[in-house]
């Protein structure tokens, strides 16, 4: 199944499912997404449920905010998560403050779906990773989904859940064909243990997942050792016992993350890992980030500026000798 | 107007007015801590619009203890939420710019100077698809008439033909700058008429208030669409209680208090005779007793427990998992 | 009775305001909502109004001083309740502002404080072992471990005996040379015994380690090696065929000078030319039926056990294939004569056993388990898989390989 397509049939089956369910945003409706995502919603709910919004993103959330208090389950769509910013207001001001400062009175159902990262030479604007900003925000959910099964699972339980979740996806993995399997009562909050491994445990979500997957066998192979992967899914909870289970056995960490590395999402995990598990590290905590400059256009720049699987496997390299895996 | 309906007004007002007179001299004192935004001056506005839109969802900014009073909230807890107690309508966590009550409709003391409007306007687009035409009121200052939020949102009201009033009042001060400095006129309805029927209205006048509101309310009920309404008016203080005001003039302090809505509801009354003078005496008398018990309530009760913390950042199945 | 007023609060930010200038003097009457002063806060100059109607009793203050937020600075005398209980009052209505005020500053600090998440056992744990005082260049996990140990890390990086900086890997180590004879550490590796299961207060020898082996009853693990894995896996695959049995003697009179094997061998060879579906193999719907004779021929070497093949033994001489036997036993083998057979053979004569029954090889169809030769005679055991050869096949095929040996031995 493609990507688009597990998140498509958990829209589908969510809306079918219960008639509070609505979609908003630009271009979702006659268009049918621009990643098409929402592809034949709209001629099966109708204009009503699918509702095709100006170019206005602060509104797309505001009014999909109202929606939630008035009982819907809105799913806002922002185009990326780099124009999110305009709705940074409406997110965090409102959407995850309301609950909280009425003393618990108020409920916004909402999900807010949007695709980031790094895709092909779209340059500064259009290629932000945020997820760091959304998870520092107490009131909001963050869930980054980096497969098919993950994808349908997590966004059918972020549209039923009673909070505002900020639901990430990744422009390069809409086409991509995936496994998918349904799984019953499914864990969105949970880390995959993607590989099992004794020697190193490498921590990675969204589309990163995949570059660590390539790099790993080489790692394997040429360090004599074995790798533990971990797919993070949810990072606002954080799965920490996952993360230290695999810590307490592997003793070494390495995150890989597409985010600028100043501040970025992986500072904190890492951060964590130090107060919580450091009498477990044998070696400081590695992070592969994406370098600290706004994404370049030209394609050379622009993969010199994120992990690669050749980078991840010259920096845990670089990172063994020096601290003598 | 008939008698029962002014001596609501009044009562509501005076209600309101003591309500901020205590509120003030409580911080002043210490038991009111933070941003405290007064209401003095501008009750028409606030008991006008609650007492004709009276049905309907409310989303309002940070001036808002009088129009919470008007919808039916309890001043003592509001005065509680101002004092930080836990018996407050937040349970001491919004304070006085985040009253909020579902069972009212009552949503909040939005403290974004615009951010409620494009929420207010997706409610209203749910309201309308499920077919509940009673609609929604939203209510701003001059202030938020500049921002972004305020224009997209008169223009997808529009667009979607939408349940919704905008009540604008206009007291011409955004904290210390004049609405004429920063918008190119003074004249707000200005802003909306292209999109939606707009009117400008004496704010100090509670029956007209009341009566422009009524109208509004037929024109969404029916179906046609978004209102927008601009209330001239004037708060007698400062912005918050840092602020003294100085940017104004003593002539136009002393035009605007000439018009005060409470007494000059009272003059009119009495001069009509449709309400006894008796009545007003009372009512003072009760509206002093209100209010003080609303403040021993709030000062007698307790703080949140430490546990409270932790409580109401996310729901109770998310709250199992977080952080 | 008396009611206080007191420098206000007028900002969030505001710790103490400046009187700047009185607008009543004592005995003035006020009325609610009155200016009675103006104060400067941190922001601006604002006026202090009375939310009471009274007299001015008291001015507290003086222009131009400086007070705390929330001190009194005027007293204003209030009619009404001034003559009702004029002691009971003023007591408790003067303190109230003392007893309230909550301290905003400090509030935060407690709550943090309180909330703020137990120390994570493992850390607590750690804190009461002296690990801040190993010094030296090393790792969180391995100056965990060293503390556990008494190592002191510092002073074998001085002597130059541990890596800068030491990991968990090279501290162990060290631990294991603490405390174990090299010998005993041998034993310990090849038991497989965690070091940790001994308490590490005294040098421990390998007598110590073999008598705790004894009294666990520690199994020594023997891995197994990659012929045996192949060996395991075949006689599985084999034992999920469906076989049966045909035992038979046979007279046999062993040449001079040529092996039993190779006799065997050629002799088999030649019969199975008879015999298609010897040659044959199972694939799918078909019997694959090869034109050659070629056997397979279990060869045990130390541990290990193979089966090579003899290709085309039809068509070579018994000396060649006496030969070919001869050589097996001091050379390896390429993956080609591992395979290609479609009948096997296993001679356990050598060892003295009078008769037992083989596992088929691979694809072969079927294998002859020949046992000690005695006075010419031999007993023999045929596996067959009945998918290839039915009984009377069988019986055909081992008549005619009866016969052929007969022959033989009358010539």
């Known amino acids: ?325 | 107007m008939n008698s029962a309906r002014v001596k609501t007004f009044y009562y509501l007002m005076k209600l309101g007015r003591e309500f901020e007179l205590a509120a003030k001299e409580q911080y002043m004192q210490g038991n009111i801590a933070g941003f405290l935004h007064l209401d003095i001056g501008q009750e028409a506005c606030s008991v006008g619009t609650m007492q004709a839109f009276d049905k309907g969802d409310v989303f309002t900014h940070y001036r808002e203890h009088v129009l919470a009073i008007a919808r039916g909230m309890d001043p003592k807890l509001i005065m509680a939420e101002l004092f930080g107690k836990v018996t407050g309508v937040s349970k001491g966590k919004g304070g006085s710019m985040h009253l909020f009550e579902p069972k009212l409709d009552f949503y909040g003391g939005d403290a974004i100077v615009a951010g409620h409007l494009p929420i207010a306007t997706g409610c209203a687009y749910a309201r309308k698809i499920e077919g509940e035409m009673a609609g929604v009121f939203a209510i701003f200052g001059d202030g938020a008439t500049n921002a972004g939020a305020f224009f997209e949102s008169l223009n997808i009201a529009a667009a979607w033909k939408l349940p919704i009033i905008f009540f604008c009042e206009n007291n011409y001060y955004a904290i210390g700058t004049r609405i004429g400095w920063v918008s190119p006129f003074e004249e707000l309805y200005h802003k909306a008429r292209h999109y939606m029927p707009s009117k400008r209205i004496d704010g100090m006048d509670v029956c007209e208030v009341y009566q422009v509101v009524m109208e509004a309310k037929e024109h969404i009920e029916e179906g046609l669409g978004p209102y927008f309404i601009e209330a001239e008016t004037y708060r007698y203080e400062g912005h918050s209680m840092s602020d003294n005001g100085k940017y104004r003039s003593e002539e136009e302090m002393k035009i605007f208090k000439s018009r005060d809505p409470i007494e000059n509801l009272k003059k009119e009354a009495l001069k009509l005779g449709i309400v006894e003078p008796e009545y007003f005496e009372e009512t003072d008398k009760k509206v002093a007793k209100e209010i003080e018990e609303a403040v021993e309530f709030a000062a007698n009760s307790p703080e949140p427990d430490l546990s409270e913390l932790y409580e109401n950042v996310y729901c109770k199945e998310c709250t199992n998992v977080v952080p | 009775m008396d009611y206080k007023i007191v420098m206000p609060v007028l900002s969030d930010t505001m710790d103490k305001g400046k009187l700047i200038k009185w607008r009543v003097k004592e005995g003035d009457i006020v009325h609610k909502g009155d200016v009675i002063a103006e104060v400067e806060s941190d922001k601006a100059i604002m006026e202090v109004q009375t939310f009471k109607d009274g007299v001015v009793k008291k001015l507290l203050v003086k222009e131009g001083e400086e007070v705390p937020v929330k001190t009194p600075i005027a007293i204003i005398e209030t009619e009404v309740e001034a003559k009702e209980e004029p002691k009971k009052e003023p007591k408790s209505q003067p303190k109230k502002p003392k007893e309230k005020p909550p301290q905003p500053t400090q509030k935060p600090k407690e709550e943090t404080k309180e909330a703020a998440p137990a120390v994570p056992p493992i850390i607590q744990e750690l804190l009461t072992t002296p690990i801040t005082s190993i010094g030296g260049k090393a790792s969180p996990a391995a100056k965990k471990k060293a503390a556990e140990a008494g190592i002191d890390i510092e002073a074998l990086q001085t002597e130059g005996l541990l890596p800068k900086p030491a990991h968990l890997k090279d501290v162990e180590q060290e631990i294991l040379k603490r405390y174990f004879t090299p010998k005993a550490l041998q034993l310990l590796k090849d038991y497989r015994i965690d070091p940790y299961s001994f308490e590490l207060t005294h040098k421990i020898d390998e007598e110590e380690v073999q008598a705790y082996i004894l009294e666990h009853d520690i199994p020594q693990p023997f891995p197994l090696s990659s012929n045996r894995k192949a060996v395991i896996a075949n006689v599985q695959n084999s034992a999920k065929k469906p076989v049966y049995f045909v035992y038979e003697t046979f007279d046999i009179r062993p040449y001079e000078n040529i092996k039993l094997t190779s006799l065997l061998i050629k002799t088999i060879a030649d019969v199975m030319q008879r015999h298609p579906l010897t040659r044959a193999k199972l694939q799918g719907d078909n019997y694959l039926i090869y034109p050659n004779s070629n056997i397979s021929v279990a060869v045990a070497k130390g541990d290990d056990l193979y089966m090579v093949v003899c290709k085309k033994a039809q068509a070579k001489s018994l000396e060649q294939i006496d030969e070919w036997v001869g050589g097996l036993k001091n050379r390896t083998y390429t993956p080609e004569e591992l395979s290609g057979s479609t009948f096997g053979i296993s001679n356990l004569g050598m060892f003295g056993i009078t008769r037992f029954s083989a596992m088929i090889n691979k694809q072969d169809c079927g294998i002859a388990a020949f046992g000690k030769l005695e006075q010419n005679r031999i007993k023999v055991t045929f596996t067959f898989d009945h998918r290839i050869l039915n009984g009377v096949d069988a019986a055909k095929f081992v008549t005619d390989l009866k016969n052929s040996f007969k022959e033989q031995s009358d010539v």
Do not use: C
Not at chain 1, 71 to 98: C, W, Y
Not at chain 1, 127 to 134: D, G, K, P, Q
Not at chain 1, 259 to 277: C, F, N
């Open chain 1, 1 to 325: 199944m493609l990507y688009r397509e597990a998140l498509n049939k958990a829209i589908d089956e969510s809306m079918a499912a219960d008639k509070s369910v609505v979609i908003l945003g630009e271009d979702v409706g006659r268009y049918g997404g621009s990643y098409r995502v929402s592809e034949g919603l709209f001629a099966k709910y109708g204009p009503k449920r699918v509702i095709d919004t100006p170019i206005a993103e602060l509104s797309i959330v505001g009014n999909a905010i109202g929606m939630a208090i008035a009982g819907l389950r809105p799913i806002a769509e922002i185009m990326t998560v780099n124009f999110s910013l305009l709705a940074m207001d409406q997110i965090v001001n409102h959407a995850a403050k309301f609950r909280y400062m009425s003393g618990g009175k108020m409920t916004i159902p909402l999900t807010i779906r949007m695709p980031g990262g790094v895709s092909r030479q779209l340059a500064a604007q259009h290629s932000e990773s945020y997820e760091t900003m959304y998870s520092a925000v107490p009131g909001l959910i963050v869930l980054a989904a980096s497969n098919a099964t993950y994808a349908y699972h997590a966004l059918k339980a972020a549209i039923f859940l009673n909070d505002p979740v900020i639901f990430l996806e990744h422009e390069l993995l809409y086409p991509m064909e995936m496994e998918f399997k349904e799984i019953e009562n499914f864990d969105p909050f949970k880390a995959e243990v993607v590989k099992e491994g004794e020697d190193l445990t490498i921590l990675t979500y969204l589309k990163m997942r995949y570059d660590v997957l390539q790099a790993v066998p080489v790692i394997e192979k040429e360090l004599g050792i074995s790798v533990e992967v971990i797919d993070l899914n949810s990072l606002r909870p954080l799965d920490m016992k996952t993360i230290s289970d695999s810590i307490k056995k592997t003793k070494r960490v390495v995150l890989v993350e597409e985010d600028h590395k100043t501040g970025g999402y992986g500072a904190e995990v890492i951060a964590r890992i130090s107060e919580q598990l450091f009498y477990e590290l044998d070696a400081p905590p590695l992070r592969i980030a994406g370098e600290d400059v706004p994404i370049p256009y030209n394609r050379k720049l622009e993969l010199a500026s994120i992990p690669t699987p050749d980078k991840i496997v010259a920096q845990i390299r670089e990172w063994s000798q020096a601290n003598g895996l």
